[in-house]
């Protein structure tokens, strides 16, 4: 990588240690077409209609000619610098239609927990966030635009909204009680409302290994505001058993890597791993990739946690996703002991949908050795069974009789002192296989990686 590379490489890896602040994105601009009915601002000589039973604080930025402007019962309008409202003649504008009136949508329209109201402020190329991380977490700042009108609803109330921090209308909170105080204003009811709350966590994320989000509770209500414009239905994959990531609302095409991790794992720093050595090669150039600590979704470790390496396709006939997963599997067992890495596991999504091409798709092919050895095995049950056979057909071998007879079974039971009767012997004791490992249902699990050196630690 040249010069110029390892400058962009940097600011990329500046750009991830500044990620942690989420900017509103959604306004109650009157002039913002989006906010009006008709797709369209009141016209020259038309009329204006706010929702007469909802708060809103509205900024208007130019100047308007109006017939007619129905305020609501409680709210205001800010004007710019340069702005107006002046009185009009109704149908002064040919184009506007008489008795034409505009409606300004329901400002309480725009929720804290749909993903599409935020924004990360730094976010480098290549890299995307699960939709419950979309949404501040407890260790982010929160952003509103000092000179922007707005409306947030809170939610339901069932938990309090937790950040570190909450900038609005030019100043900057970092502690409950001051956050508080501008809530129950007049200028903090305008802006926010509903029966949720907002409280301050006012801690960075210390840990080097990331900390989890924080938002797994409220992923339902998140779901529902993602969703909500399709009706609460996920919109149909471009494949076959698509996997679904913790923290997603919906599956997607790619792959998933689980990473166990011990003290010595850097978060950052395997971002920015990824960046160097992997997003930059041409044939990993139209992957998005969301790496993040979330709760382990499987409770057969002990550890609660894990990072998740989210590999999603931009065309899944492409195949990019599974082979760049197996990539980082083999250089998890290679360098996981630099990395502080102990175990990687993938889960991938199935064929393309609409006969696309599965090319790369299901992974390359085995090593020769693999196969070898499989063969192998299989060739030696063959001629275990076929010798088998052959001795029972001989007499030589003989399977033993079980008797059915009353009373000749022990049942399996205890010592009962009240009767002083043996209703069992002691048995042996069995060591019971591991467990294989579990893979989300909407995907299929492929493999595994465990690093001997921290085998002891891992158990």
């Known amino acids: 990588m040249g010069a110029l590379g390892r400058l962009a490489l940097w600011l990329q890896v500046c750009a991830l240690a500044q990620a942690a602040s989420k900017l509103w994105v959604p306004n109650t601009y009157f002039d913002d077409a989006t906010n009006w009915s008709q797709n369209q601002t009141p016209c020259a000589g038309g009329a204006a209609q706010f929702p007469a039973d909802k708060m809103v604080s509205v900024l208007v930025r130019g100047s308007h000619l109006l017939s007619d402007l129905l305020l609501p019962l409680d709210g205001e309008l800010v004007l710019d610098s340069g702005a107006g409202l002046s009185a009009a003649d109704a149908g002064s504008d040919p184009g506007c239609g008489l008795g034409a009136s505009a409606l300004f949508l329901n400002p309480d329209r725009f929720s804290w927990f749909d993903p599409l109201s935020w924004r990360p402020r730094d976010e480098a190329r290549g890299l995307f966030s699960v939709d419950a991380e979309r949404v501040p977490c407890r260790h982010d700042d929160v952003v509103f635009p000092a000179d922007a009108s707005f409306r947030v609803g809170l939610g339901p109330g069932a938990d309090p909204v937790r950040v570190r921090s909450v900038s609005a209308l030019g100043q900057t909170f970092t502690r409950d009680d001051d956050l508080a105080v501008y809530l129950a204003s007049r200028a903090g009811r305008l802006r926010f409302h509903g029966p949720g709350s907002l409280s301050l966590v006012p801690e960075a994320c210390a840990d080097p290994s990331g900390c989890v989000c924080g938002n797994a509770e ?12 399709r009706g609460g239905r996920c919109p149909p994959a471009a494949c076959h058993a698509a996997v679904r990531p913790e923290g997603q609302c919906c599956g997607l095409c790619g792959a998933v890597v689980s990473l166990t991790h011990g003290p010595a794992f850097d978060l950052e720093r395997y971002r920015a791993r990824l960046l160097d050595a992997f997003l930059v090669l041409p044939q990993y150039q139209g992957l998005q990739v969301a790496v993040s600590k979330v709760p382990r979704a499987s409770r057969l470790r002990e550890t609660d946690t894990e990072v998740q390496v989210v590999l999603a396709e931009a065309r899944p006939e492409v195949g990019a996703a599974g082979q760049l997963a197996r990539e980082l599997l083999a250089d998890a067992e290679l360098n996981g002991a630099a990395l502080g890495i102990l175990a990687a596991a993938l889960r991938e999504s ?82 019971l296989p591991s467990p294989a490992p579990q893979s989300d249902v909407s995907g299929t699990s492929h493999s595994y990686f465990v690093n001997p050196l921290f085998a002891e630690a891992e158990a």
């Open 350 to 431: 199935g064929v393309p949908t609409g006969g696309g091409s599965a090319s790369g798709l299901q992974g390359t092919a085995p090593r020769p050795g693999l196969v070898g050895g499989l063969v192998a095995a299989a060739l030696a049950l063959l001629v275990l069974l076929a010798a088998t056979l052959l001795l029972r057909r001989s007499g030589r071998l003989r399977w033993p009789q079980r008797e059915t007879g009353v009373g000749t079974e022990v049942p399996l039971g205890f010592r009962n002192p009240m009767f002083d009767v043996v209703a069992s012997q002691d048995l042996p004791a069995v060591r």
């Open 218 to 229: 409220a992923l339902p209500w998140i779901c529902a505001a993602l969703l909500q414009p």
